[in-house]
């Protein structure tokens, strides 16, 4: 079965810092990744996704994502992270049979001045 | 070019009772997925309709029923509500069915089941 893995439940960063928000991944096939940004009360915002091809894939905001087939790993990160980053950052994967996508639980990522 | 709307955006209602929540899908976009999500959760898939016709569905119950509309617009039923039918309803549209098309989200109707 298809699924994603979020390791971490919250992220601490300081302003101007790099960022990385974990996720792994599980799939039958060549799999189809997405990230994911919500705010509170808000709707889910896409942010970027994986198909095929460069391994690093760059979305809105500044953010980027590395792919890694070996260690089934897709990653979000941003050089230099802001106060405006502070979300809930979801993972997700493409379903095979459906085209729904299955999510993570979601990582709370926190940025202070 | 508009994105996702859905409606209400907050609603309460009473154990047992039914409640139907709405979906205009962004223009041009033919499919609607339901997601929903609980409280400290990731969304968990409720159905897809594509082209009105139900295209696959997630671990929910019957008492979960779904309607597309010609225009792509959606409507999402509960039936016989229970008290952890409280959640965040997420409504998607995307172009195509499947494949690498990201799907936009609604802001979402948050449903309290007392």
């Known amino acids: 079965a298809q699924s994603v893995a979020q390791p971490e439940d919250q992220v601490n960063v300081a302003e101007g810092n790099p960022l990385t928000v974990k996720c792994t991944y599980s799939?039958?096939?060549?799999?189809?990744l997405f990230w994911y940004v919500q705010y509170p009360n808000r709707g889910l915002q896409f942010l970027l996704k994986?198909?095929?091809?460069?391994?690093l894939v760059k979305g809105s905001y500044g953010f980027e994502a590395e792919f890694n087939k070996s260690q089934t790993s897709f990653h979000l990160k941003k050089p230099s992270a802001l106060v405006s980053d502070s979300a809930l950052y979801f993972c997700?994967?493409?379903?095979?049979?459906?085209?729904?996508?299955?999510f993570g639980k979601g990582t709370k990522l926190s940025v202070k001045p | 070019e508009t994105g996702v709307t859905q409606s209400p955006t907050h609603l309460i209602k009473t154990r047992g009772q039914q409640v139907t929540l709405r979906c205009s899908s962004q223009?041009?976009?033919?499919?609607v997925s339901w997601y929903q999500q609980a409280l400290g959760q990731g969304p968990q898939f409720i159905f897809q309709y594509y082209r009105e016709e139900e295209n696959g569905r997630g671990n929910f119950p019957p008492r979960f029923s779904g309607l597309q509309f010609p225009n792509y617009s959606s409507e999402l039923n509960v039936n016989a509500l229970e008290l952890d039918d409280s959640a965040l309803y997420l409504c998607?549209?995307?172009?195509?069915?499947?494949?690498?098309?990201?799907?936009?989200f609604g802001p979402g109707t948050r449903l309290t089941v007392t």
């Open positions: 997700a994967v493409r379903g095979v049979r459906q085209g729904n996508l299955i």
């Open positions: 994986y198909i095929t091809g460069d391994n």
């Open positions: 223009s041009g976009h033919n499919t």
């Open positions: 998607a549209s995307s172009l195509l069915v499947g494949g690498a098309g990201e799907q936009y």
């Open positions: 799939v039958s096939g060549n799999p189809y």
